[in-house]
């Protein structure tokens, strides 16, 4: 079936760090692929996306680029802050799909 | 705020008792999702409704039921409860009965359900 695995957390990293968090997926299809950030006590957040392949999504300082010839989708951050501590999740949903699957998230913590 | 609204926030109740989850989608949001997040599972979808009819189903227990009426706000029945049901238990909710491959789905924050 349709899957994603991401690298095992948690992570901790110092501020100003550079963050890498590796996501594969195993799809029948061409899936479109997410990453959604959890911070503590809320709900998941879209963080960013793409559709095709090629596709570079990015959104305040992360970015992740749909790469179709290794099934991958990692995220990165140049210079991390103590407000990217959260758990990040990368999923994938198919054309015409009800439903995102989910990585089992990637805990990230940044100190001072 | 997503737009996405959940009730309760917390709920703590004992083993064998039944609970009641609302969900209210964001505005103009046909379907409802549900999901259920715990330490050892990760992040399980439970099932979908599209404007009040069952869509589809995941990994739902026969405890569990959930409905879709005609306002849209979705209620998800837990009953029979036991400790291994204590989790956060997400709704979610998207404009259509698929998910736009550029869109995916607006979250609401969340019920944590303890069962003791």
């Known amino acids: 079936g349709d899957s994603v695995t991401q690298m095992e957390g948690p992570v901790t990293l110092s501020e100003e760090a550079f963050l890498t968090i590796n996501c594969t997926y195993t799809a029948t299809g061409y899936p479109s692929l997410f990453w959604y950030v959890q911070y503590p006590g809320e709900g998941l957040q879209l963080l960013l996306k793409a559709t095709k392949a090629d596709d570079k999504g990015s959104n305040k300082g992360f970015e992740a680029t749909y790469r179709k010839e290794t099934t991958s989708f990692h995220l990165e951050k140049g210079s991390v802050q103590v407000s990217d501590s959260a758990v990040y999740f990368c999923?994938?949903?198919?054309?015409?799909?009800?439903?995102?699957?989910f990585g089992a998230g990637t805990t990230v913590t940044v100190r001072a | 705020d997503s737009g996405v609204t959940q009730t309760p926030k917390h709920l703590i109740t004992a083993t064998g008792q039944r609970v009641t989850l609302r969900c209210s989608p964001r505005?103009?949001?046909?379907?409802v999702y549900w999901y259920q997040q715990s330490l050892d599972q990760g992040l399980q979808f439970l099932i979908q409704?599209?404007?009040?009819?069952?869509?589809a189903k995941g990994n739902i227990l026969e405890r569990f039921s959930a409905q879709q009426f005609p306002d849209l706000h979705s209620e998800l029945n837990l009953s029979s409860l036991e400790l291994g049901d204590s989790a956060l238990y997400f709704c979610?909710?998207?404009?259509?009965?698929?998910?736009?491959?550029?869109?995916?789905?607006?979250f609401g924050s969340g019920t944590r359900l303890t069962v003791v």
């Open positions: 505005s103009g949001d046909l379907s």
């Open positions: 409704y599209y404007n009040g009819e069952e869509r």
């Open positions: 999923a994938l949903t198919l054309l015409n799909d009800y439903k995102l699957s």
């Open positions: 979610a909710s998207s404009p259509g009965r698929v998910i736009e491959g550029s869109y995916g789905y607006t």
